[in-house]
Protein backbone atom coordinates (compact mmCIF):
# COMPACT_ATOMS: atom_id res chain seq x y z
CA UNK A 1 0.00 0.00 0.00
CA UNK A 2 1.00 3.74 -0.77
CA UNK A 3 1.75 5.97 1.26
CA UNK A 4 2.39 9.67 1.52
CA UNK A 5 3.79 11.57 3.93
CA UNK A 6 4.42 15.02 4.87
CA UNK A 7 6.01 17.21 7.38
CA UNK A 8 7.79 20.77 7.47
CA UNK A 9 3.95 22.57 8.10
CA UNK A 10 4.41 25.75 10.30
CA UNK A 11 3.43 28.77 11.80
CA UNK A 12 6.19 31.77 10.24
CA UNK A 13 5.92 35.27 9.51
CA UNK A 14 5.05 37.41 6.23
CA UNK A 15 8.31 36.71 3.72
CA UNK A 16 9.66 33.65 5.84
CA UNK A 17 10.46 30.51 4.41
CA UNK A 18 9.60 26.69 4.71
CA UNK A 19 10.18 23.51 3.26
CA UNK A 20 7.79 20.82 3.02
CA UNK A 21 8.70 17.04 2.70
CA UNK A 22 6.45 13.97 1.12
CA UNK A 23 7.69 11.12 1.86
CA UNK A 24 6.45 8.24 -0.69
CA UNK A 25 6.65 4.31 0.69
CA UNK A 26 7.72 3.58 -2.98
CA UNK A 27 10.14 4.67 -5.66
CA UNK A 28 9.04 8.29 -6.55
CA UNK A 29 9.84 7.64 -10.27
CA UNK A 30 6.98 4.66 -9.67
CA UNK A 31 4.83 8.17 -10.08
CA UNK A 32 3.90 9.84 -13.43
CA UNK A 33 3.94 13.08 -11.44
CA UNK A 34 3.25 14.26 -8.16
CA UNK A 35 2.33 17.73 -6.81
CA UNK A 36 1.63 19.83 -3.84
CA UNK A 37 -2.33 21.22 -3.17
CA UNK A 38 -3.55 23.85 -1.16
CA UNK A 39 -6.92 24.31 0.57
CA UNK A 40 -7.20 27.39 2.32
CA UNK A 41 -10.34 28.41 4.78
CA UNK A 42 -13.35 28.11 3.01
CA UNK A 43 -11.74 27.94 -0.29
CA UNK A 44 -11.65 24.69 -2.85
CA UNK A 45 -8.35 22.91 -2.80
CA UNK A 46 -5.97 24.05 -5.63
CA UNK A 47 -3.07 22.83 -7.33
CA UNK A 48 0.37 24.76 -6.78
CA UNK A 49 3.12 22.60 -8.00
CA UNK A 50 3.64 19.64 -10.16
CA UNK A 51 6.90 17.62 -11.03
CA UNK A 52 6.37 15.15 -13.77
CA UNK A 53 8.13 11.61 -14.30
CA UNK A 54 11.26 13.45 -16.42
CA UNK A 55 11.90 16.27 -14.20
CA UNK A 56 9.80 19.15 -14.96
CA UNK A 57 7.61 21.50 -13.42
CA UNK A 58 4.54 23.79 -13.35
CA UNK A 59 3.64 26.02 -10.67
CA UNK A 60 0.14 27.83 -9.71
CA UNK A 61 0.42 31.96 -10.84
CA UNK A 62 0.31 32.80 -6.96
CA UNK A 63 3.18 31.04 -6.34
CA UNK A 64 5.09 31.29 -9.18
CA UNK A 65 8.88 32.82 -8.41
CA UNK A 66 8.21 32.07 -4.85
CA UNK A 67 7.90 28.17 -4.41
CA UNK A 68 9.74 25.09 -6.06
CA UNK A 69 9.22 21.91 -6.28
CA UNK A 70 11.77 19.19 -6.65
CA UNK A 71 12.77 15.60 -5.59
CA UNK A 72 15.37 13.58 -3.93
CA UNK A 73 15.20 9.98 -5.43
CA UNK A 74 17.27 7.99 -3.32
CA UNK A 75 15.46 9.60 -0.17
CA UNK A 76 12.02 8.97 -2.02
CA UNK A 77 10.74 12.50 -1.18
CA UNK A 78 9.04 15.17 -2.79
CA UNK A 79 9.93 19.00 -1.50
CA UNK A 80 8.24 22.31 -1.58
CA UNK A 81 10.45 25.41 -0.70
CA UNK A 82 8.51 28.32 -0.15
CA UNK A 83 9.72 31.79 0.14
CA UNK A 84 8.46 35.05 0.56
CA UNK A 85 5.66 33.64 2.29
CA UNK A 86 2.43 35.74 2.53
CA UNK A 87 -0.78 35.47 4.68
CA UNK A 88 -2.63 34.38 1.59
CA UNK A 89 -0.49 31.35 2.14
CA UNK A 90 -2.14 30.08 4.61
CA UNK A 91 -3.52 26.30 4.34
CA UNK A 92 -3.56 23.07 4.26
CA UNK A 93 -0.52 21.56 1.65
CA UNK A 94 -0.73 18.28 0.70
CA UNK A 95 1.26 16.10 -1.35
CA UNK A 96 -0.66 13.75 -4.18
CA UNK A 97 0.79 11.08 -6.33
CA UNK A 98 -0.65 9.52 -9.56
CA UNK A 99 0.53 6.61 -11.80
CA UNK A 100 -2.38 6.83 -14.55
CA UNK A 101 -4.03 4.47 -12.60
CA UNK A 102 -4.26 5.31 -9.43
CA UNK A 103 -4.38 8.74 -7.45
CA UNK A 104 -2.38 8.49 -3.98
CA UNK A 105 -2.65 11.52 -0.97
CA UNK A 106 -1.21 12.53 1.86
CA UNK A 107 -2.69 13.29 5.36
CA UNK A 108 -1.46 17.01 4.49
CA UNK A 109 0.30 19.40 6.74
CA UNK A 110 -0.53 23.35 8.20
CA UNK A 111 1.16 26.05 6.94
CA UNK A 112 0.40 29.36 8.84
CA UNK A 113 1.33 32.80 7.84
CA UNK A 114 1.04 35.57 10.36
CA UNK A 115 0.75 39.03 8.91
Known amino acids: QVQLVESGGGLVQAGGSLRLSCLSS????????MGWYRRAPGKERELVAT???????KYADPVKGRFTIFRDRAKNTVYLQMNSLKPEDTAVYSC?????????WGQGTQVTVSP
Open 96 to 104: NAATGIDIY
Open 26 to 33: ISIFSFND
Open 51 to 57: IFRYGSS
